[in-house]
């Protein structure tokens, strides 16, 4: 069991710059890949971006492709995502997710992932 506690999110004006902690309660991310998914209003719940915890590779959406940057604190056992240049578009609940690292899987796909935080609020206003 994995308990993923999210913080940060807010309102912000467009061009602005966010942080987004996730943390795991109870054990480390070892072994584990951490990925980031949004879901804007009427929309399905997207991609965003990943990590791989013991190698630290990331990977993007396109869409955020150089303003967002995915980050891990080995000590604090958290992951961070950073979103700069911020756009309404970008508005959206915000989740943290984690799974144990399997061959074969597609960790860009939300079904393989199985520990969820509760989302945050991110609104960008024009």
């Known amino acids: 069991q994995v308990q993923l506690v999210q913080s940060g999110g807010g309102l912000v004006q467009a061009g602005d710059s966010l942080r987004l902690s996730c943390a795991a309660s109870?054990?480390?991310?070892?072994?584990?890949?951490v990925g980031w998914f949004r879901q804007a209003p009427g929309k399905e719940r997207e991609f965003v971006t990943r990590?791989?915890?013991?190698?630290?590779?990331?990977y993007y959406a396109d869409s955020v492709k150089g303003r967002f940057t995915i980050s891990k604190d080995n000590a604090e056992n958290t992951v961070y995502l950073q979103m700069n240049s911020l756009k309404p578009e970008d508005t959206a609940v915000y989740y943290c997710?984690?799974?144990?690292?399997?061959?074969?899987?597609?960790?860009?796909?939300?079904?393989?992932?199985?520990?969820w935080g509760r989302g945050t609020q991110v609104t960008v206003s024009s």
């Open positions: 997710a984690a799974e144990y690292i399997s061959g074969g899987s597609s960790y860009n796909d939300q079904t393989n992932y199985r520990w």
């Open positions: 109870g054990r480390t991310f070892t072994n584990y890949i």
């Open positions: 990590i791989t915890w013991n190698t630290g590779t990331t």
